[in-house]
């Protein structure tokens, strides 16, 4: 059955899940407020402005993971699944992937996020396949490093390529919803790409290109 691909940050989710990720620590005491606010939010910008340099921020976001017990870790998410989440998954976004489903598609998230952050939240759509930057772990800890490609710009379809290979599934059909210009290289390749509450580069691509355009946050609680 064809796939129906979905970004998550900002698409499914009205938020950011990496960027409330490290707010989330912050707030709660984790890593010192003012350093790591004002760097997580450099960070995002760079990443909306289309010049993030994605493994200066991985060596950034994934440290916190590497400096704390598991027990600690999945404690703290569930608490931050709950509380920065939740709110975010509007009704829209369910009404988005339930046709797909009801349909047979193949569902898959695809995300720059790591996978500690956005596995739950795969889960919360009921979408069984994510490909997520993969932070690497030794000895039954988490390093601060990451595994492999990170699932980022061009780097989403070197691993969706291996993935497809490795599952035995193609593009032949497949859409892609996403909200970034990030994502071009992943739209570009579709056969069904669906520009969803889009920034400024991607909504001039798809008005260019004749894509659809779609708004699924209207209704949900907002957030970065």
Not at 2 to 12: K, V
Not at 117 to 139: Q, Y
Not at 215 to 220: E, K, Q
Request: overall charge negative; charged content about 25%.
């Amino acid at each position: 059955m064809p796939l129906a691909i979905f970004d998550l940050d900002n698409t499914l989710l009205s938020g950011d899940s990496d960027y409330l990720w490290g707010q989330y620590l912050s707030e709660i005491g984790v890593v010192d407020s003012e350093v790591y606010e004002a760097t997580n939010q450099k960070f995002y910008d760079d990443y909306k402005a289309g010049r993030l340099d994605i493994f200066a921020f991985l060596a950034f976001s994934l440290r916190p993971l590497a400096e704390h017990p598991l027990q600690s870790l999945y404690r703290w998410r569930e608490d931050f699944l709950k509380r920065k989440i939740l709110p975010l998954i509007g009704q829209p976004a369910r009404e988005l992937v339930e046709p797909h489903r009801a349909s047979g598609d193949t569902l898959l998230v695809i995300t720059a996020t790591n996978t500690f952050v956005t596995a739950p939240i795969a889960e919360l759509f009921g979408i069984p396949h994510l490909i997520g930057t993969e932070p690497e772990m030794r000895d039954g800890r988490y390093t601060g490093r990451v595994a492999g490609t990170p699932s980022f710009r061009e780097g989403k379809v070197t691993r969706l390529r291996h993935w497809l290979q490795d599952s035995g599934h193609s593009l032949d059909g497949a859409t892609f919803y996403s909200d970034s210009h990030n994502d071009l290289p992943l739209l570009e390749m579709v056969d069904h790409p669906v520009a969803v509450d889009p920034d400024e580069a991607l909504r001039q691509r798809a008005e260019q290109a004749g894509w659809p355009v779609i708004s699924l946050h209207d209704h949900a609680s907002t957030a970065a």
